[in-house]
Nanobody, 124 residues
Framework: QVQLVESGGGLVQAGGSLRLSCAAS????????SGWFRQAPGKEREFVGA????????YYAESLKGRFTISRDNAKNTMYLQMNSLKPEDTAVYYC?????????????????WGQGTLVTVSS
């Protein structure tokens, strides 16, 4: 099983940017598709986006396209989430996840592994 640890969360002003990292250990990270989810206070966890095992394909929640970008560096066993033009409604705990299934299925299928989450707070 792969283990995941997020980092990079914090407090940022609206309109600012933040980059989250997800470091993987254990099983070979490049065997897994991976992605990001988030959970805002009082709301259910929602899909942010996913990236294929090779990094050649990415998929995003429709509402986040154009502001959020997912990338990965398999040599470093790390995935990233670049978030730009942040809004207060982006405030949430952000989780990275890994799946043995295709990245296209991550929005609707439970991943095989989760990180512990990192808090992002966007102030107005």
């Amino acid at each position: 099983q792969v283990q995941l640890v997020e980092s990079g969360g914090g407090l940022v002003q609206a309109g600012g940017s933040l980059r989250l990292s997800c470091a993987a250990s254990g099983r070979t990270f490049s065997y897994y598709a991976s992605g990001w989810f988030r959970q805002a206070p009082g709301k259910e966890r929602e899909f942010v986006g996913a990236i294929s095992w090779s990094g050649s394909s990415t998929y995003y929640a429709e509402s986040l396209k154009g502001r959020f970008t997912i990338s990965r560096d398999n040599a470093k066993n790390t995935m990233y989430l670049q978030m730009n033009s942040l809004k207060p409604e982006d405030t949430a705990v952000y989780y990275c996840a890994a799946s043995k299934k295709s990245a296209t299925m991550m929005s609707s299928n439970a991943p095989d592994a989760w990180g512990q989450g990192t808090l992002v707070t966007v102030s107005s």
